[in-house]
């Protein structure tokens, strides 16, 4: 977050809305804008989300099971989707564009780090260490987004367990905590997680489709928990806007967007992922409107050390995606 305790005349977009009317801009509603955007509007500041993407129906979700097209973020081909990817040198990235960032594209896998995350030297010494400092707002978190430990096993799960048993890992597999509203099957209950102020939500149908969005309402993308009560708390989300660049102005910030706007507010969250924040802050640094960024940013990151398995079947006509083939492992 940057921010200036001084309080700053908002200056007038350049097209006829009141959007800079915000006491702070959350660039991105992924993880952390929404995650920022709910905790600022319940301390009553006035919250503006700015999401270069979409806000994505279920329809759109939908859709883009069977056309590409319409499930790739590609903007500079006409592409409108909501997964994108991008292969660097040491590393490949996915993540999400639309109302709800990276949880639209997310497994919603609630893997708490182990020991050796918290106590990596890239770390700073706090005291207690940072897996205590930290264990409040993972509880948090997991309350926020419906952490559940999965029901079921199928075919898929024990040859993944057979994998892990061939590495001589086999005591790491378990049951996997996840952000799904598993409920019963198909069937849509009034809000479960949040006193009846959240959204209806409908059991899992366990088609296994998470990665290619969830239409059903059964994953807790962001749109369902952070997002939903901040709007509700009065946080504003405009879609289909994207930050070009962020200016130091005297008693605050100045946000650029791609479709001229001009935005004033006295602070700024930057939530647009590792990439488009780091390149955000690259445009604005080189254009000399962020001159104190630091010159080590890009030198340093952190990645989800994620592995993708892929299982052969001995039977080419095997679908190992039908409910059929799972069973109840824990009781409702």
């Known amino acids: 977050?940057?921010?200036?305790?001084?309080?700053?005349?908002?200056?007038?977009?350049?097209?006829?809305?009141?959007?800079?009317?915000?006491?702070?801009?959350?660039?991105?509603?992924?993880?952390?804008?929404?995650?920022?955007?709910?905790?600022?509007?319940e301390q009553g500041r006035r919250v503006l989300v700015l999401e270069q993407g979409r806000r994505h129906t279920p329809e759109d979700l939908m859709a883009a099971r069977k056309d590409p097209r319409k499930y790739l973020w590609m903007p500079e081909l006409g592409l409108k989707g909501f997964f994108w990817q991008r292969v660097l040198r040491h590393v490949g990235i996915i993540g999400g564009a639309g109302v709800g960032g990276g949880s639209i594209v997310w497994a919603g896998v609630l893997l708490e780090p182990k020991d050796e995350f918290f106590t990596d030297p890239a770390w700073p010494e706090v005291a207690g260490g940072w897996r205590a400092q930290l264990a409040e707002h993972y509880r948090t978190a997991a309350r926020m987004l419906g952490r559940e430990t999965t029901r079921f096993v199928g075919e898929m799960d024990r040859h993944l367990q057979a994998a892990a048993e061939a590495m001589g890992a086999g005591e790491t597999y378990g049951p996997t905590p996840m952000a799904i509203w598993f409920g019963e099957e198909g069937v849509t209950v009034p809000d479960p997680f949040f006193g009846g102020e959240g959204p209806d939500r409908t059991g899992c149908r366990l088609c296994g489709a998470c990665l290619v969005g969830c239409p059903y309402g059964s994953k807790n993308t962001l749109d369902l928990n952070y997002l939903w009560l901040a709007e509700r708390r009065g946080a504003r989300i405009v879609p289909d806007t994207r930050v070009e660049t962020v200016a130091a102005v005297p008693g605050g910030y100045e946000v650029r967007t791609a479709d001229g706007q001009m935005l004033r507010a006295a602070e700024v969250v930057l939530a647009g992922g590792v990439l488009g924040t780091v390149e955000l802050l690259f445009r604005s640094r080189e254009q000399g409107l962020l001159p104190n960024v630091s010159p080590m940013l890009g030198h340093r990151v952190r990645t989800n050390s994620e592995a993708i398995t892929a299982v052969l079947a001995d039977d080419p006509d095997a679908d190992l995606t039908r409910t059929d083939h799972l069973q109840r492992v824990l009781s409702g």
């Open 1 to 41: 977050m940057m921010s200036d305790s001084a309080n700053v005349d908002l200056q007038k977009p350049t097209s006829p809305d009141d959007r800079d009317t915000a006491d702070v801009i959350v660039v991105g509603s992924g993880f952390g804008g929404a995650v920022s955007a709910l905790r600022l509007a």
